[in-house]
Nanobody, 116 residues
Framework: QVQFVESGGGLVEPGGSLKVSCVASRSDFSSYTMGWYRQAPGKQRDLVARITSAGITTYSVDSVKGRFTISRDNAKKTVNLQMDSLKPEDTAVYYC?????????WGQGTQVTVSS
């Protein structure tokens, strides 16, 4: 059963912006802290940002602070990540899941490539 569907990735030049979105299929979505993770080629998957059910946010990667903004809509069972001032090192596949520990099945993710 598909738990998440991520979308919104693409190719963007350095300094550009993208917004990635995730729609969950679970009815208990609003009960969980949700997060965005990313996995660059040859590297492990890391938690980038998380948001509680009440909207309290935490950014786990220092390099994204001030550039990325996580948000959620519990009624629509969605979680978004607005990414501004993108850098080549932000290139990765982006996934959503519960946080800080991923307990649901992973989706396919959405590829974000930052390159000129």
């Amino acid at each position: 059963q598909v738990q998440f569907v991520e979308s919104g990735g693409g190719l963007v030049e350095p300094g550009g912006s993208l917004k990635v979105s995730c729609v969950a299929s679970r009815s208990d979505f609003s009960s969980y802290t949700m997060g965005w993770y990313r996995q660059a080629p040859g590297k492990q998957r890391d938690l980038v940002a998380r948001i509680t059910s009440a909207g309290i946010t935490t950014y786990s990667v220092d390099s994204v602070k001030g550039r990325f903004t996580i948000s959620r809509d519990n009624a629509k069972k969605t979680v978004n990540l607005q990414m501004d001032s993108l850098k080549p090192e932000d290139t990765a596949v982006y996934y959503c899941n519960t946080a800080p520990h991923a307990v649901w099945d992973w989706g396919q993710g959405t590829q974000v490539t930052v390159s000129s």
